[in-house]
């Protein structure tokens, strides 16, 4: 048998190429389009070719160091536009104090029992009841607050966190030509979100939550961040 004979010949399709994968590097004096024998890679400079201008080209590169692929909203996270303001929402963690509370609570029922078996039980009643309000004081606390958030709120010229039903905790207030940096770092507690801020004596590391067991909705509300200021996310 012949084999069957197309009537249209093979065509090559050329593939878009994406502008994020790669970036022209161009003189800010003349616009001359610099080869690769004029860039100096590790140094992050250049010298025109063609009108002899050296010049810094690292922010051109910043596109390229700091592309990522982009997180997905995690479920615990809340995420509202006002207009042209951004209100990010997500789970309070639980403090040390009430981790503790949780943990110590037993502890204080097994000691009460150790006393009860020893014949003093008015005093092992006494560490029983203790041991139960705080327990349950600590339970309470814990179920109320799967319900209560922590809000990151960003206007034009301000960031804003506050924590809700905590009228001990002060909002936290940023300028937003303070804000340099966010990051998600590990600490004793779990896992923190802090900020570079640019202050007049030099740049300040502030934290602005702790205590969480995954990195997740932290990463997703820097990215947020990050996106809605414009800052370069870098390492």
């Known amino acids: ?11 090559r399709v050329e ?7 790669f970036v022209h590097i161009n003189c800010p ?3 001359h389009k610099a080869s690769s024998n004029d860039l100096n890679i590790n140094d992050k400079i250049a010298k025109c070719g063609s009108c002899d201008a050296v010049f810094s080209f690292e922010k051109e590169l910043l596109p390229l160091l700091t592309k990522k692929e982009l997180l ?15 209100e990010l929402a997500m789970n309070k963690p639980m403090r040390p104090w009430e981790i503790v509370g949780l943990m110590l609570s037993p502890a204080v029922t097994f000691f009460s029992g150790l006393i009860y078996y020893k014949e003093d039980i008015l005093f092992a009643l006494i560490l ?18 799967r319900q209560e958030k922590v809000f990151f709120t960003c206007h034009e010229n301000q960031l804003v966190m506050e924590w809700e039903n905590e009228r001990a905790i002060k909002p936290l207030v940023f300028q937003t030509n303070e804000l340099d940096q966010l990051y998600v770092t590990r600490t004793h507690n779990g896992f923190a979100l802090k900020a ?10 502030k934290l602005l939550i702790d ?25």
């Open 211 to 235: 205590g969480l067991k995954t990195t997740m909705d932290l990463k997703y509300i820097e990215q947020q961040i990050e996106a809605y200021y414009g800052l370069p996310n870098r390492k």
């Open 29 to 31: 004096s003349c616009g």
């Open 128 to 145: 029983a009841l203790i041991s139960g309000m705080i327990f349950t004081y600590y339970l309470i606390k814990t179920v109320k607050k």
């Open 15 to 21: 593939l878009p190429k994406s502008t994020d994968d």
């Open 196 to 205: 570079i801020l640019n202050t007049t004596s030099g740049q300040e590391h």
């Open 1 to 11: 048998m012949e084999k069957e004979q197309y009537k249209d010949p093979y065509k």
């Open 72 to 86: 997905q909203k995690p479920v615990g996270v809340d995420e509202i536009y006002f207009g042209k303001d951004l």
